[in-house]
């Protein structure tokens, strides 16, 4: 179930009515795409019935296996492990889709071959918020994810990224240092220590874990605005 925190010291948002999210997530978690497309639908009913807010999502890496290998480990023989049994997996995974269909999300576990390390899809992540619209950095993640958990793309390899990165209109950087500066993780505010993904943050006051329907993110969204 999804966890409400409510933090006093909200900030003055100014005259003109905003809204700042920071949502904390990882791509090889497939809580995070559902959050995310609860997110979305937020969004979207929040714009119906405020549409004087500006929402402006700010996009947190968060990895959860940060020690995998660069060049991945092999999927399916990394869950059984994990959960114990090839029928352990079955049933976390048919919890899981079940809950995606909701979000309108079909996972295609069966595709994917590679555990990838997100570190680099976290960069262009990072990347694209310097170079791109937020607009165009919300495509790139939903690509990311999507071409991971539909197509069963290894998101770990550089090239596939790059490919991912031009479908949604941004550019490799040119030079190496230019790709270190533009991909720098930004790292999570000290108030909230994140034990889990996905995670949304209001306006630094208000906290909610877990994949959340778009009804709990609405209700924080204008708890948020409230406090302000």
Known sequence: MPELVIRAGAEDAGTKPSLTVEVFFD????????????FDAAARRLAELRPDVRLH????SHTLLPDTPAGGLPYQAFYVDRLGSPEAVARR???VQQAGTT?????AFERIETLPNTAAAHAWVARAAVRGAEAQQARLIERIFTAYFMDGDDIGDASVLERLALECGLEAPRDDEAARNE????????????NGVPCFVFE?????????????LLDAMLQALRAQ
């Open 93 to 95: 995974r048919a919890q």
């Open 27 to 38: 791509f090889v978690c497939p809580w995070c795409l559902i959050g995310k497309r609860q």
């Open 204 to 216: 630094g006051s208000l906290a909610l874990s877990g994949a959340a329907g778009p009804d709990a």
């Open 57 to 60: 999502a700010v996009w947190r």
């Open 103 to 107: 979000a309108g999300v079909r996972f």
């Open 183 to 194: 991909g720098r993780h930004v790292p999570a505010s000290p108030r909230y220590p994140i």
